[in-house]
T-cell receptor
């Protein structure tokens, strides 16, 4: 099994719908992240969590929320999806010590129509 | 603020040839790491190589090597003997001491021509 698993792999949803992207990891790490990838923009941080009770906004958190259900699970929700949230979403976990080496999931490609 | 710039949106290389992907960065920190990640069509982000700022010796991993020019804040990736499997999007990334966050460049799409 992969160290970081994201579901679904691909999703098409309609404008205004609520959608949840799920992520689970088997690395046993406390730190987890959600990034968004857009063409020409690279990866940008949406939210990050240092442990179950410590959740923080990244640089582009508007329109998103997260839930850390357990050390291993970190979900990203779009409360009311809009077309400009069409992107590739990555979950990652990081090693406990600097440089906090990342392990990424295989991404969720979300299309909002 | 830290920034990472990849000025080549797309590059092409003939199979078996050598190609260099460019990356420049900016940070006021003295302790940092730089990375190159490969993203093939499978979308998986794969760490190719990393370089610690304090190490003068350029990192190498098989056919992949970097040219780390600290004063110029340049971190280029050289791929030797290019193979069809090297075709991918390549991202340069930076993290600085004590932070959790990676700053990514915009990526360079590498095409390998048979």
């Amino acid at each position: 099994d992969a160290d970081v698993t994201q579901t679904p792999r691909n999703r098409i949803t309609k404008t205004g719908k609520r959608i949840m992207l799920e992520c689970s990891q088997t690395k046993g790490h406390d730190r987890m992240y959600w990034y968004r990838q857009d063409p020409g923009l690279g990866l940008r941080l949406i939210y990050y969590s240092f442990d179950v009770k410590d959740i923080n906004k990244g640089e582009i958190s508007d329109g998103y929320s997260v839930s850390r259900q357990a050390q291993a699970k970190f979900s990203l929700s779009l409360e009311s999806a809009i077309p400009n949230q069409t992107a590739l979403y990555f979950c990652a976990t990081s090693d406990p010590g600097w440089p906090y080496g990342y392990t990424f999931g295989s991404g969720t490609r979300l299309t909002v129509v | 603020a830290q920034t990472v710039t990849q000025s080549q949106p797309e590059m092409s290389v003939q199979e078996a040839e050598t190609v260099t992907l460019s990356c420049t960065y900016d940070t006021s920190e003295s302790d940092y790491y730089l990375f190159w990640y490969k993203q093939p069509p499978s979308r998986q982000m794969i760490l190719v190589i990393r370089q610690e700022a304090y190490k003068q010796q350029n990192a190498t991993e098989n056919r992949f090597s970097v040219n780390f020019q600290k004063a110029a804040k340049s971190f280029s990736l050289k791929i030797s003997d290019s193979q069809l499997g090297d075709a991918a999007m390549y991202f340069c990334a930076l993290t600085t001491s004590g932070t959790y966050k990676y700053i990514f460049g915009t990526g360079t799409r590498l095409k390998v021509l048979a």
